[in-house]
């Protein structure tokens, strides 16, 4: 954040050159000077730049309200919160107005008789962009008083005739005068509450009440919503939708690479959780949306992912507390506890009942053999294989660390085969390498090469 500029009333303004702009015209240049640049507005979001972005920077540049259409966790609140990067940073206001009228434009009674009264005189404030930008989650309870405005009593007993425009106490969307107004799941708007945004989008103005006032609002209202909450929570009443200048359908991430960006960018992990455990969560939840045991309608969240990531971690922090180990690491054992706690963010087909644990370990399998294929293509386990087959035995599970498992892999540890399997996957400390190993395990056993017998909290591959 840098400083405010310096000028404190409407003559210093004046006399620094400043020049108004409305609302739009600020959003349109500030997106046309990043986009010659080379400039990224919209950081943090993954896999819209074929698709979602170019639509929303020709609405921008249109000047159009937009609302965006889409399961939920695909990223639509944080693509609106984005756009608050396309304001100037610092823009001036009256001091004390209400609603942040610009000092060349003062629009509310007050500000006007104060603005004619003081002249070059009156007094500026700066506001910064993120002041700009106002979020409201639509629920059943919100009022029109919520978003447009009602008499406050607190002024009535003050004095004031009631009929005095000065007794309103102003809502969200006026005192976003000059800003972003983002409403999230609109179809949970009332529909009598949406009427009260009609006149705001299209003729630019509020009424409350049986008030004669007519405020040009400059404001940027934008929205998100469900497709399916037009049917079943509620809808966009018609003359709404008509209103909006955009309607932009986001979706989840095409590419593979797009699901581990949003995984590594969004979760918070307490423990080093290595690159093939989070393709395999990323896997998972790709093939969770494409399974036809799971309710397609309601979606699978990015979220999922992030959650499972997080689950690992802790799970990973969890069992190297236990075991003493100085460095908690993610391995495949750990993948378990993200099926167990997560199964309830999935919602299963009517006809699954009993059988969500039986298609989760399934996807998740399905999810581990194809990163298995994808990092061990080519690689000779023959020995690895043959040496189970000859008898012996390898443990894993929580109770073993790192350390013990690594030592108790049969003539492994001394092969090239070892080295090659750490190196596919970048493994550099104990940790890492039994992950490593653990994966290939795993892989060996679902392709039906060796057997897995897991129980007491040990898992045995022979």
Not at 81 to 106: C, F, K, M, N, Q
């Amino acid at each position: 954040m840098t400083q405010a500029p310096s000028a404190t009333t409407v003559g210093e303004l004046r006399a620094s050159g400043h020049v108004q702009q409305s609302l739009r015209e600020e959003i349109r240049a500030n997106l046309l000077t990043m986009l010659r640049e080379g400039e990224d507005p919209w950081p943090g979001l993954h896999g819209f730049d074929d698709t979602v972005i170019p639509q929303l920077e020709r609405a921008l540049l249109a000047g159009h309200d937009m609302v965006l259409l889409g399961e939920r966790g695909q990223g639509k609140t944080r693509l609106l919160r984005t756009l608050v990067g396309l304001l100037d940073e610092w823009t001036p206001v009256i001091a004390g107005s209400e609603l942040g009228e610009h000092p060349y434009d003062p629009i509310t009674p007050e500000s006007r008789r104060r603005a004619l009264e003081m002249g070059d005189r009156l007094p500026v404030d700066w506001r910064h962009r993120y002041e700009r930008y106002a979020e409201k989650l639509a629920t059943p309870d919100t009022s029109v008083g919520d978003l447009i405005g009602d008499v406050d009593p607190m002024k009535v007993a003050e004095g004031r005739r009631l009929g005095d425009p000065e007794t309103i106490h102003f809502g969200l969307v006026p005192r976003s005068h000059r800003g972003i107004v983002a409403i999230n799941e609109l179809p949970d708007l009332a529909e009598r509450i949406q009427v009260a945004l009609l006149n705001v989008m299209e003729e630019r103005d509020i009424q409350i009440r049986g008030y004669v006032l007519r405020l040009p609002l400059d404001v940027f209202l934008v929205a998100s919503a469900n497709p399916e909450d037009y049917t079943n929570r509620g809808r966009i009443i018609t003359p709404l939708k008509d209103r909006f200048g955009a309607e932009i359908r986001t979706h989840y991430p095409v590419a593979l690479e797009d699901e581990i960006a949003v995984i590594r960018q969004e979760a918070h992990l307490l423990a080093d959780v290595p690159d093939h455990l989070v393709e395999i969560m990323a896997r998972f939840t790709r093939q969770l949306r494409d399974s036809s045991s799971v309710d397609q309608r309601s979606g699978v969240s990015a979220r999922f992912s992030i959650a499972a990531a997080e689950t690992v971690a802790a799970a990973a922090l969890h069992r190297a507390t236990l075991q003493g180990e100085d460095e908690p690491v993610a391995r495949l054992v750990d993948l378990e506890a993200a099926v167990d706690t997560l199964r309830g963010k999935v919602e299963f087909e009517t006809g699954e009942e009993g059988r969500e644990d039986e298609i989760l370990t399934h996807l998740l399998r399905s999810a581990t053999a194809e990163t298995v294929r994808q990092h061990f293509r080519g690689l000779d386990f023959s020995l690895l294989v043959d040496r189970i087959e000859a008898g012996q035995m390898v443990t894993t599970g929580e109770q073993v660390t790192a350390r013990d498992f690594l030592t108790g892999l049969p003539v492994l540890g001394e092969s090239e085969l070892y080295d090659e399997v750490c190196d596919r996957l970048g493994a550099t400390n104990d940790g890492q390498r039994a992950g490593a190993i653990e994966l290939a395990l795993e892989g060996l056993y679902l392709a039906r090469k060796i057997s897995k017998e897991t129980g007491g909290g040990e898992t045995v591959y022979g």
